[in-house]
């Protein structure tokens, strides 16, 4: 079957949210689609459900967190449609899209597709990274969020950025014990931001906030141990021991659980597969949907807003979620170009404030070169079991880049479609090519997206 909107969203983050709640308002026929049984997205995950039966866990999780409540609550009044427990799993650029829920498959045509699919945690491919016991620092919180759980035993975490320090603080708010905070940023990274620290301080209270948890860690005593590298994880069935070095000394650490998180990068495969154009953003070290200040990417029908088009966190994204809406309405005809530019002021000058402290971010927290740049042993594609020596290998036999590789090695070819291991394959080739990142380029994407069976493929109308 096939069903028309005005206006259909992909993702239910504070980008979608914004953009389906006042496309409501101007009255397109707006549908959001998401992944999560729940709106919110990564950010506000499962808040109606913490706010309304676990209001301690969202004193925990802070006020960022609670924030997200209202958002949700207008949305859910909007009158927008919502489709939640749905995968995306194929886009063309014409405004098409295949969707999966439940085990049905249709397709949706829309007049405008707005793509708010997010970020994910960065993947940081090192010695042992695949071991039970190893987790991203996202997907402990997501735990948490939705199911109240927190981590027991041992717990050693490693990594850099905001939501390392973040997740930090609400386990000790959780009254978990953390053995270890490893901070894998760079010492003289400091230095190189401070030639953005005007902007960043003209970017609201994210500074103050950021000292705010430093100061709240130390108080609760939590070790905290800078300028770590040589991360490994050890352990035979799951993991054992987490291993470093710092100050020029290996050391040991036994745990049962290792959290890791090096940023979030843009979730790209939607837009990739529609054909949108992407750019290598140097700072952050990741592929970007590229569009302009309304979130048009230039291909007529499909426009981009919040961190899958650069990351710059949960309200820059919601204001760029309204801009695509209120671009949204221009082009359908809903408002004239002076009213939506009167209207989008306000958004305007907030999303600019919010992104200033991005420069400063990037730069104190750039993905170290030890986890850029694996040793040869280290598993890359978990999907397939592609070690970083395998592609230097072929690197050196004059594979070029990423899609070639996958005749050589079938990496980036598994159930993830390179999510979890494009960005270090492209860096390995970057580097035994001697050529930027850019140059290298990164995996096709190409439909299906998510797993279908070929039952559910014969129910799509073509």
């Known amino acids: 079957m096939s069903r028309d909107y005005d206006f259909a969203i992909v993702g239910a983050g504070p980008a979608g949210l914004a953009a389906a709640t006042l496309a409501a308002e101007l009255g397109l026929k707006s549908i959001v689609f998401d992944e999560q049984g729940a709106p919110g997205g990564q950010i506000y995950r499962a808040i109606e459900e913490v706010s309304g039966t676990r209001p301690g866990d969202g004193s925990i999780l802070g006020k960022d967190y609670q924030y997200g409540l209202e958002p949700v609550r207008a949305f859910r ?38 793509l708010a699919a997010g970020a994910m945690e960065r993947p940081v491919p090192f010695p042992g ?27 050693v ?22 053995a270890a905070l490893l901070m894998t940023a760079q010492k003289n990274n400091s230095w190189r931001a401070l030639a953005h ?34 991360l490994s994880a050890v352990g035979d069935e799951g993991l054992k021991a987490v ?22 990068v843009p979730n790209t495969q939607l837009a990739m597969a529609a054909g949108c154009n992407h750019c290598w953003d140097e700072p952050g070290r990741y592929w970007r949907t ?12 499909i426009a981009s807003a919040g961190d899958c088009s650069g990351i710059g966190g949960a309200r820059a994204a919601e204001h760029a979620g309204r801009l695509a809406a209120l671009d949204a309405a221009h082009r359908l005809g ?23 402290i991005r420069p400063f971010l990037d730069t104190l927290y750039p993905p170290p070169p030890w986890l850029r740049h694996p040793p040869d042993e280290t598993l890359v594609c978990r999907c397939e079991e592609v070690t970083a020596g395998e ?18 090695t079938r990496c980036g070819m598994g159930p993830c479609q390179g999510r979890m291991c494009g960005l270090a394959v492209a860096e390995i080739f970057a580097k035994a090519h001697g050529v930027p990142v850019s140059e290298i380029g990164y995996f096709r994407v190409r439909p299906p997206l998510k797993p279908i069976t070929v039952g559910e493929l014969a129910e799509v109308a073509l």
């Open 77 to 114: 009044r909007s009158g927008a449609e919502y489709a939640p427990g749905t995968s995306v799993w194929d886009i063309a650029s014409d405004g098409a899209l295949a969707v999966l829920r439940e085990g049905k498959a249709w397709r949706v045509r829309a007049a405008r597709v707005l």
């Open 129 to 155: 990274w695949t071991l039970p016991g190893v987790m991203g620092i996202g997907a402990a919180q997501a735990l948490f969020k939705g199911a109240g759980l927190v981590p027991d035993g041992a717990v």
């Open 290 to 301: 590229e569009s302009d200040e309304w979130g048009d990417t230039g291909t007529g029908i």
């Open 391 to 408: 592609l230097r290998r072929v690197a050196a036999q004059g594979c070029p880049g990423p899609n070639q590789a996958k005749a050589f």
């Open 157 to 178: 975490l490693a990594g850099s950025g905001p939501l390392f320090t973040l997740f930090a603080v609400q386990l000790a708010r959780a009254g978990v014990p953390v």
């Open 334 to 356: 809903r408002l004239d170009a002076g009213e939506r530019d009167r209207r989008a002021k306000r958004d305007l000058a907030a999303r600019a404030r919010h992104m200033r």
């Open 197 to 230: 620290l005007p902007a960043a301080l003209r970017a609201g209270d994210y500074l103050a906030r950021g000292l705010s948890m430093m100061r709240e860690l130390r108080r609760a005593g939590v070790p905290m141990i800078s300028g770590v590298s040589n």
């Open 243 to 264: 291993e470093y070095i710092a100050g020029g000394v290996r050391h040991s650490l036994q745990a049962n659980l290792l959290l890791v998180h090096e940023g979030v």
